[in-house]
């Protein structure tokens, strides 16, 4: 049981340069998450799903698009990569039950992206 | 809007001593409260979470949090810090963000440093 898995571990883009970020969870999670760490800013939601083929936006999502073709995966692209999208990208995912402890996130272990 | 104040950003403790690290958050409804640590290069886990009862909750590693609703306050503590506890850590408040999905609304951290 891997949990929640991200790849690549790192990456460095040139500026308009576009990416796909990666995650995967085998936990048959509904919901799933991306955020974004920058210093000294905490972590911020930049797209979310509640399902396979959904998709919503955060509270930074401008710049990002997401794809949840299959509810094991969720994908977070850039199309045209600037530098201030450097960061480390964080993907989440929890059951779609309300209340309690079902209201735990669970994180993979991230994505560092450098945008030269 | 709900928000997560963490007012420490740096904490230096020796090994062996107490530790307590703020967290205060505004939302205006019961919050379900996270306390997450990150290690260097590593994801987030998962310390411990407060839904409802019982105001001290206890978690993994020997930490312990207390709710404090007229303070809006959940502070972590430990009482004897270890050298492997140095890492940042984050407070995060689960609120319902729009329709079913709930977001964590994060802190900008506590970076804790342990001298031996």
């Known amino acids: 049981n891997a949990g929640v898995t991200q790849t690549p571990k790192f990456r460095v883009l040139k500026t308009g340069q576009s990416m796909t970020l990666l995650c995967a969870q085998d936990?048959?999670?509904?919901?799933m998450y991306w955020y974004r760490q920058d210093p000294g800013m905490g972590l911020r939601l930049i797209h979310y799903?509640?399902?396979?083929?959904?998709?919503a936006k955060g509270e930074v999502p401008d710049g990002y698009n997401v794809s949840r073709l299959k509810k094991q995966n969720f994908l977070l692209g850039l199309e045209s990569a600037a530098p201030s999208q450097t960061s480390v990208y964080f993907c989440?995912?929890?059951?779609?039950?309300?209340?309690?402890?079902?209201?735990?996130?669970?994180f993979g272990p991230g994505t560092r992206l450098l945008v030269l | 809007a709900q928000s997560v104040t963490q007012p420490d950003i740096h904490i230096t403790v020796s090994e062996g001593a107490s530790l307590e690290l703020r967290c205060n958050y505004s939302?205006?409804?019961?919050?379900?409260l996270f306390w997450y640590v990150q290690s260097p290069g590593q994801g987030l886990q998962l310390l411990l979470k407060?839904?409802?009862?019982?105001?001290l909750v206890q978690g993994i590693k020997g930490f312990e949090a207390e709710f404090k609703r007229s303070q809006s306050s959940f502070n972590l503590r430990k009482p004897s810090v270890h050298w492997s506890d140095a890492a940042e850590y984050f407070c995060?408040?689960?609120?319902?963000?729009?329709?079913?999905?709930?977001?964590?609304?994060f802190g900008t951290g506590t970076r804790l440093q342990v001298t031996l």
């Open positions: 989440a995912s929890r059951t779609g039950l309300a209340g309690g402890s079902r209201e735990t996130q669970y």
């Open positions: 936990m048959n999670h509904e919901y």
């Open positions: 799903s509640v399902g396979e083929g959904t998709t």
């Open positions: 939302y205006g409804a019961t919050p379900y």
């Open positions: 407060y839904f409802s009862g019982d105001t």
């Open positions: 995060a408040v689960g609120v319902r963000y729009t329709g079913t999905a709930s977001k964590l609304t």
